[in-house]
Structure formats: C-alpha cells, structure tokens
C-alpha cells in the first residue's frame, strides 16, 4: 500500500489483515489430527508429545490381540499396520521419529526446541532411540518371551538357548548402551538436550527407558530411572497416559 493512500483504505486494509489472521487462527485451533493409538506401544508418547504442546487432537485407541500383535483394523489406516500412525488431513504418518519431528515442525510453535549447546545430543538421541536402543530392548523381550510361548516339553531347551543368547549376546550390548545413557544424564541434567523442557530426544528415548526399567530393572542406573520417574511426573504426560488407557511401562 501506497505512503499517500487515503486514511481510510490504509485503516481497512490493516482490519482486513487482522481478520484473516484471526480467521486462520482459528481454522487451526479445530485440529484434524488423529492418533491411531495402540495399548502399551511407542504411540503412547506421542500421546505426551501433544498433550506437552496443548495441541487438539482426537484419539482412536485398537486393543492387541491375543498374541500380542496389533489388529487387523490398522491395516486400513496404513499399509504396514502398525502403531503409531497419525492422521492429519490428507497427511498419513508413521514411525515414532517422523511423527515427532512433523508436530514438532507443525505444531510446536517455538516449543520443544534444543537450546544451541544441545542441538547436536538431539540430534543424536532422536535417532539413537530407534537405531540402536530399541532393537536391543524387542531382542531382551522376543528372547524372554520364546521359552514361555513355546510347547511345555520343549521349554526347558529352548530356555537353555535363548538364555544363552540373552547373556552373551543382548544383555552385554544393552549395559553398555545403558552405560552411554547414564553418563549422558548425568551431565545433561533433566534433559536429553539440556534446557528447561523436553525435546524431541526425551519423547524418543522414553519408550525404550519405560520398558528397561520395566522389564530389566537390573541392568538400569539411578540417573535413568530418575529421569523416567520425572517424566511420569509431568502433568502432560498423566494427561496422556488418562487417555491412552492402561499402559504396562509404568
């Protein structure tokens, strides 16, 4: 608009920029977001993620079945059929670390944002959740759970050889994993990237941590379960986990 516009035109453009600001802001405060959420699964931190962010969203909560494994209904709602997937409009998501980084992107509004000086243990910690400390956390799991759903006559057997997997091959490479994240925390603080609340890190690397601690209590440090005790604290997070239903890694 010109310097020498009329008064009035100048007046009605600024009004006219403040409704449709006002207007888009509202159209994004009704969320189309909808969490696919499965019982004791990754999805339950996206839960705290949104719940952390105030974001409006709607929740579709699918039971496993009894052995364990998520419905047939996910199927319909992605190919793969697995929890967590969301659902944002036309967008359809999964995995546990796209799902952060695109509320975080979309949603977070400044929020959730490593300080400088924690950028790159983000970074890091973000990947390091699904790339290396959860496929040793569902080897600890599958390796317990054989022996048990095996035929009885078998068991004993099958108990000497996933033990011995279990001790010379899951639990050494899982202390020292469990090591790095201790001494991590240790010098971190509260947080995985440090600062004054959680980041993408902490949401990634909760799941995991809940489960160790769980279900391995042993091989966990005092700096981890205190930082897992902290996050249960949250009030966000006992938002989430009121909607999301029973949940066994508490």
Same mark, same amino acid.
């Not at 579709?60 to 364990?68: A, D, G, Q, S, W």
């Not at 975080?104 to 950028?119: E, M, R, V």
């Not at 897992?228 to 029973?246: F, N, S």
């Given at each position: ?48 993620? #949104?719940? !952390?962010?105030?974001?409006?969203? @709607?929740?579709? /909560?699918? %039971? ?6 998520? *419905?047939? =209904? ?18 359809? #998501?999964? !995995?546990?670390?796209?799902?952060? @980084?695109?509320? /975080?992107? %979309? ?6 944002? *490593?300080? =400088? ?18 496929? #040793? ?114």
């Amino acid at each position: 608009m010109s310097s020498d516009a009329p008064v009035g035109t100048m007046a009605k453009g600024i009004h006219d920029q403040f409704v449709r600001k006002e207007t888009d802001h509202a159209q994004e405060s009704v969320s189309t977001l909808i969490v696919h959420h499965l019982d004791n699964s990754r999805s339950q931190r996206i839960l705290w993620l #949104l719940e !952390e962010l105030e974001v409006p969203y @709607e929740i579709k /909560i699918y %039971k496993r079945t009894r052995e364990l494994l998520a *419905p047939k =209904d996910l199927l319909a709602v992605h190919p793969l059929g697995k929890s967590p997937v969301i659902t944002d409009g036309d967008v359809t #998501l999964a !995995e546990s670390g796209a799902i952060v @980084e695109y509320i /975080i992107a %979309k949603f977070g509004n400044g929020k959730a944002l *490593p300080p =400088d000086s924690g950028k790159i243990d983000n970074l890091y910690f973000s990947h390091y959740a699904e790339g290396s400390l959860m496929p #040793l956390v569902v080897n600890k799991f599958v390796f317990s759970l054989v022996p048990q759903r095996s035929p009885f006559f078998l068991r004993p057997i099958v108990r000497t050889v996933f033990g011995q997997l279990d001790s010379k091959m899951v639990t050494p490479q899982l202390k020292r994993n469990l090591d790095l994240v201790e001494a991590h925390l240790t010098k971190s603080g509260n947080f995985f990237a440090g600062g004054e609340e959680p980041t993408s890190a902490d949401y990634m690397m909760l799941f995991p941590l809940e489960a160790l601690v769980s279900r391995a209590k042993d091989l966990v440090g005092p700096k981890v379960k205190a930082w897992v005790d902290l996050m249960h604290e949250r009030p966000a997070y006992k938002r989430a986990l009121e909607k999301g239903g029973p949940y066994d890694y508490i």
